[in-house]
């Protein structure tokens, strides 16, 4: 692996200094049925599920194009959508990856000394830990025989970031690139990868930059959508004659749109009784909406975990003797309360999330605990399992598959902890918008203990 003279000495300053101590922040980044009346809904369900995957899955006729003018709030079904077409690969002996992340290092690093004690800053951890991850599987892609050269870049630094790097001619060269980047270098990262059709990798952020009919453009973070489609479908299939309480809030768009993908879905005819929370529910407001005669299922589309926690308590503290079944956030995984003995007695609280590394296979955990631990001391955190994962899954589909791999996406051989489930996004009209991991894992929560699925 290759970068400038600069940054790789800087990165070994930063690296000595503080990369025992590095902690990644916390990423934003969200079911008992009924037995008697369950059965038949539950196959009907099963059937909805499948329209989902084959409107997902199905291709569109290429001519076959929406009215422009049409209102899309007023079509029912999605029109028939046009096939993808992708160049033919190139096979080559040699490839060359960008890989950009946020490192900071003309901030981090003055003269010949870092200008921060004990710990990275906490900007900069997150992006030095992808780093990090990046920096074993190229060395474990170098061992298995893979000839290719990765550039680092620094999106944290002005002279590095995409506008300047793919104005001085940086990537003319490159095959890949991969981005643990903000919102911000989305669409100029996508926009280049879709002129020069070559394959550009958000691993960081669910957000799309509003990037549309761009084939070259993959997203490993399931979009928002994704994750409320995951929660219809999860209510859907475990209680499907019981009527759902939905908490939400309009004064913030994430979770404004939350619950639109949530209300809106075409697949779902779930009966939700709604409760407004822009601001903390009283228990009587709450009353209004929950039946203490029997368990209560609970949507909560309102991603700030700490105002969440402040539901989740009131729950639990007014209504004791009822059970609530809350289905929330994948921002949620940051609240400690979840995990606490003795919190929320009567809550089950299911959170979904896109990654789960918590049953690594545990050869390969040791294998490359070991190998960071040599290299940089400490112990790896999750956006260096991430990093790992994404730079050895990638380069082994171009080790296998060449330049242009996505037909080959079901080809997880080479991803070592994930069941990435690369789909295309499609918009209302049948038309492409990206493509989109979605894959995602359920987490339980209950008496402080929790399982993943």
Known sequence: MRNSVFYSWA????LCCGAGTVRAQEYKSVAERSRDAGRGRVEERSEEKKGRRKHESEPVNEKASADPKAN??????????????????????????????????DELVRGESVTFKEKVPEKAAPGLAFYQGVKLAADSLERAGMQMDIDIFDAGSYDQSPEVLIQHRKFDSTDLIIG??????????????????????????NYDGWVKDNQYFTMLQPSLKSHCEF???????????????????????TDDNAALYILNDLYTDVTFRKLLCNTLPSAELLAGVVDSTKPNVVVMSI??????????QLLSSRFPGTHFEIYGMPGWHSNANLSKAGMYKNLTVNVTYPFDFSHVE??????????????????????????????????????????IFNDSYKDLSGAPFTNYKIKPRWDRNGYLLYFENKNIYLTTYQGGAHRTR
């Open 11 to 14: 990165l070994a300053v930063v």
């Open 72 to 105: 899309p709030e007023q079509q029912e079904q999605p029109r028939k959508r046009q096939q993808i077409y992708f160049p033919d690969s190139r096979m080559k002996k040699h490839y060359r990856v960008a890989v950009i992340t946020s490192l900071f290092l």
């Open 180 to 205: 643990a980047v903000e919102q911000h270098d989305i669409p100029v990262l996508a926009g280049f990868a879709k002129k020069k059709k070559i394959n550009f990798v958000s691993a960081l952020t």
């Open 231 to 253: 929660i219809v479908d999860e209510i859907s299939d475990k209680y499907p004659e019981q009527n759902v309480t939905m908490l939400y809030r309009t004064n913030s768009l």
């Open 303 to 312: 991603s700030d975990a700490v105002f969440a926690d402040s539901i989740l």
């Open 362 to 403: 545990r050869a390969v955990a040791d294998r490359v605990s070991t190998a960071y631990g040599k290299e940089f001391g400490g112990a790896p955190i999750e956006m260096t399992w991430r990093g790992y994962e994404t730079m050895m899954w990638y380069g082994m589909l171009l080790k296998g598959y060449g330049t």
